[in-house]
């Protein structure tokens, strides 16, 4: 895809949306009030949108490498805070996808630079739940689980946050942990029951 071919498309689109409704981007124009805040993986194949059918103003979108949620990301905590506080949102989404660059990145011991202490948090999620990984013999289960496993341990890190305990006392938010199966292009809830994860962790990790 050339730059060019992008701006072909883009004039396409426009022209599409607006031969639908005149007032499209004059509408959209006056604010957002998306009720999910979608966290996924920056990979190309994995969009946030188009898997979910959900047009624009509809979720905030936060995408990174092996859609992680970690503490001293400003930029992952700066999204929550501005989702959850200012936008009201009433989902939180940790979307990861099989077959994750990241996550495979992580398995393995090649020095990849500043990758390095990115991908040593899925090292951890691999250390917290080693017992379970290293009773799976085949590799591409291990794999797939480890993707899961990464899906709860960053919902976790979202129940972390006071933000979230906040509204989730108050108004109730609640957060979720899926996978994009690629193979299948199909959503899977991982049913990571968070109300039981933070009565759970409260003991540690509660901020009132
Ligand atoms: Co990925």
Not at 32 to 50: F, K, M, W
Request: charged residues 25%; contains cysteine.
């Amino acid at each position: 895809m050339t730059t060019k071919e992008i701006f072909e498309n883009n004039r396409a689109w426009v022209k599409d949306k607006l031969t639908l409704d005149q007032n499209y981007f004059k509408d959209l124009s006056k604010g957002q009030n998306p009720e999910v805040l979608y966290i996924g993986c920056s990979d190309s194949r994995v969009t946030a949108e188009e898997l979910m059918g959900a047009k624009p103003g509809e979720a905030f979108v936060h995408r990174n490498i092996a859609n992680m949620v970690s503490n001293l990301d400003l930029s992952s905590m700066s999204v929550i805070n501005y989702a959850v506080v200012y936008l009201n949102v009433k989902h939180i989404v940790v979307c990861g996808h099989y077959y994750c660059g990241g996550v495979k990145a992580a398995m393995d011991s090649a020095d990849l630079g500043i990758l390095n202490p990115w991908l040593r948090n899925i090292r951890d999620v691999y250390r917290i739940h080693k017992k379970e990984l290293a009773a799976i013999t085949d590799e591409e289960a291990k794999y797939k689980r480890l993707v899961e496993l990464n899906v709860q341990e960053q919902c976790i890190n979202v129940l972390k946050t006071a933000e979230v305990q906040h509204a989730y006392r108050t108004r109730g938010i609640s957060v979720h942990g899926w996978v994009f199966d690629i193979h299948s292009g199909k959503l899977i809830d991982l049913k990571i029951g968070f109300e039981k994860i933070i009565e759970n962790i409260a003991e540690i990790y509660r901020i009132d």
